[in-house]
């Protein structure tokens, strides 16, 4: 038998080729605030600035690549993207954030400088189709998972559609996490005919 994966839900893995450590060392400076939440004591924190990506040129430089070939493995028609804004977090042990997704942007993504065991992202599912059954599984896989969790390692990237609701997972180390979260939009003309609109 054949099992045909239609309209799948993809995340872009990539290891980057930069100074963690010192990107690190950068991201402890940084003032942080509280997230909108009712438990401030387990909610990870997020920079009190949304383009901390100017402390990192070369860090963009890289991410911007890898949002092309990311969008190159969709076969999007449009070629040009920019980073409409950036930030990074926080998440002290045993503190985590809630599932949500991002508004107003194409693709998100998160850079992780270090990381350590305990250090997880989770993703949910586009649609909830145990509204309809709600059944047990003998093993959970791609097919039949609600939700997927991914270990972090140094050095890695994750670009996927703003859609896909994330969470940061409750820290099980025992250091703070940081990492980079940011949204892309597509710039200049997007669609055709009288679906065209122009986005500088």
């Known amino acids: 038998m ?16 930069v100074d963690n450590n010192k990107i690190l ?11 909108y939440v009712n438990n401030k004591e387990a909610s990870a924190l997020i920079s009190d600035e949304y383009n901390v990506l100017k402390y990192f040129p070369s860090l963009k430089k890289q991410i911007l690549k890898k949002v092309y070939e990311y969008s190159n493995e969709h076969k999007y028609m449009n070629e040009k993207y920019k980073i409409q ?39 949910q599912k586009p649609y909830d189709d145990t509204v309809f059954w709600d ?12 939700q997927f969790t991914l270990p972090v390692r140094d050095n890695l990237l994750l670009i996927f559609h703003s859609y896909l609701k994330h ?33 500088s």
């Not at 350590?116 to 993703?123: E, P």
Request: net charge positive; aromatic share 18%; with cysteine.
């Open 2 to 17: 054949t099992m045909i994966a239609m309209f799948p839900t993809t995340i872009g893995e990539f290891d980057l080729k």
């Open 25 to 35: 060392d950068k991201l402890k400076k940084i003032k942080y605030k509280d997230t």
């Open 85 to 123: 804004c950036s930030w990074s977090t926080k998440t002290k042990p045993k503190a985590f954030s809630q599932f949500h997704s991002h508004s107003h942007s194409f693709f998100s993504g998160v850079y992780y400088p270090v990381a350590k065991r305990g250090f997880n992202i989770s993703f």
């Open 135 to 146: 059944k047990y599984v003998q093993s959970h896989n791609y097919f039949n998972c609600s």
């Open 167 to 199: 969470r940061i997972e409750s820290n099980e180390a025992f250091e703070d996490r940081y990492s980079i979260a940011f949204n892309i939009t597509p710039k200049g003309l997007i669609g055709y005919d009288d679906k065209l609109i122009n986005i």
